[in-house]
């Protein structure tokens, strides 16, 4: 069974910045596309960042510069570093990858920014 668990979320101020993890069990990490997406509450989720099995990534023009997608095999763990938040990027954060011909998402994470 896939399991995605976020974790990292929280409360920052305009212009600071958050780390985001994303813990998988239950795949062969090394070789999955992982991806984070985020969600405000009514939207669709959004695609944000991509990493494939050879580190090459993949961003949301609106992200980029800003966030770094990141993975560490031995952990099975990619991560999220978002620096300069700003009030729009407030929203659910999730992890996102592809399994056996289904998306597989964590329960997400919730990043609040003050302006």
């Known amino acids: 069974q896939v399991r995605l668990v976020e974790r990292g979320g929280g409360l920052v101020e305009a212009g600071g910045s958050l780390r985001l993890s994303c813990a998988s069990s239950?795949?062969?990490?090394?070789?999955?596309?992982m991806n984070w997406y985020r969600q405000v509450t009514g939207n669709e989720r959004d695609f944000l960042a991509s990493?494939?099995?050879?580190?090459?990534?993949n961003y949301q023009d609106s992200v980029k510069g800003r966030f770094t997608i990141s993975r560490d095999n031995a952990r099975s763990t990619v991560y999220l570093q978002m620096n300069n938040l700003k009030p729009e990027d407030t929203a659910v954060y999730f992890c996102?990858?592809?399994?056996?011909?289904?998306?597989?998402w964590g329960q997400g994470t919730r990043v609040t920014v003050s302006s």
């Open positions: 996102n990858t592809y399994y056996k011909t289904r998306d597989c």
């Open positions: 239950g795949i062969n990490f090394r070789i999955h596309k």
């Open positions: 990493i494939d099995s050879d580190g090459s990534t």
